[in-house]
């Protein structure tokens, strides 16, 4: 009889007095709860980058400061004796998503938080977790509030000049914060640290095949494309209203966590690097695009002027297989999104070659399997092409930068202290 209630018993005591325990890791959970609130908010891929980077240094300056195990991005002092690490995480988390994510339904939040620390056990502990988790969150977001990220600078940035940006058809939307490239960064020394160099010359030889290979498999109709090519193209779009890139990568980080089993504190700092390397790709990216201005691949096929590169056929009924994004070509966001995103995971684990599967927002159902990161990295990329809205340079040169920025993140945040 015994023995028939004790399965019984540990269920009942899972449920009641460990739920948390049971319940799994609380910094993939609350990962959970920032990519729907992006998802809610419709930020574009900048902006949701610098919310994410801030929201996951919260978390893990707050388990840091309980762990003691290595540097803080920003603050190193030690939480109080015995706090609460999922306290600290929930405060943190609700901390920043309720100051920053405001577009999201505050109930929605509220119950996330609730639910969060009703698993936990009253006391001192996880009294002072909450208070640790709001101090370091509320120092955070201070240290952000100076970075400029909602301070746009007036300006044009339009232009009618061969080889510039102007907006594209069918909407032609306005220029997307042209001001991020003057965002202060994460890490990186300066927005222009990691700029690309030039992007190919109008006139040039490779500039007129880049956007030959363009129309012929970026083309929406009669495009040299496989189905499945076609078809990662809003796979991969992470437009408005999804995760958006880096969320896609916090997605694929978030699988791989849980199957490599992951602490608390190891999820914590893998969250926190992969984030700070989004984040300040997103500016890099944005100082490149608008420093160099160029045009999109669209309107250099119809405008392009043959006396400047006769070795390029005109297409002046040219449409992208996807709606050219409002904002200057060289070089691609999600190439470098991506880029950074799975170098950073592969530093992070010491090894590229970790399978994983993963969905997209954009088609619903659809589930992508990869051998390796960089073959994640480099689908991205071509997605881009293969979408008519970037030349293999925008994409390449993209990936270099991308990578880049990890590998500096890497090597110059959140590291180990001396034992």
Known sequence: MKSARLPILLAALCVASVTRLCAGNAVLEWNKEAVDAIRLSRNPPPLAALLYATYHVSIFDAVNGITRTHHGWLVNDPAPAGADMDAAIASAAYTVLTELFVSTNPRTLRIAYDNALAAIPDGAAKADGIAWGRKVA??????????????????????????????????????????W??????????????????????????????????????????????????????????????????????????????????????????????????????????????????????????????????????????????????FPSYTSGHSTFSAAGARMIALFFGTDDIEFSVGSDGLPGVVHTFKKLSDAQAEVGMSRVWGGIHTMSDNLEAQKAGMKIADWVYANALLPNPK
């Open 181 to 326: 490239g003057k965002v202060t960064p994460f890490v990186m020394t300066s927005p222009s640290q990691f700029r690309a160099p030039p992007p190919e010359t109008l006139g040039s030889k490779e500039y007129a095949e880049e956007l030959a290979f363009v129309a012929s498999h970026g083309a929406r109709d009669d495009a040299d494309r496989t189905e499945y090519q076609t078809m990662s193209t809003p796979f991969w779009s992470d437009d408005l209203g999804t995760g958006t890139p880096p969320g896609h990568w916090n997605i694929i980080a978030e699988d791989i966590a849980r199957r490599k089993d992951l602490s608390v504190p190891e999820t914590a700092r893998l969250f926190a690097l992969l984030n700070l390397a989004e984040a300040d790709a997103g500016i890099s990216c944005w100082e490149t695009k608008y420093y160099y201005s160029f045009w999109r691949p669209e309107t250099a096929l119809r405008e392009l002027d043959p006396k400047l590169n006769p070795q390029l056929v005109n297409k002046p009924d040219f449409i992208p297989n996807m709606a050219s994004p409002p």
């Open 138 to 179: 509320v120092a955070v977001l201070a240290k952000r509030a100076d970075s400029g990220y909602n301070k746009p600078i007036p300006g044009t940035y339009s232009s009618t000049e061969p080889g510039k940006w102007r907006e594209t058809p069918p909407t032609f939307r306005p220029p997307l914060l042209p001001f």
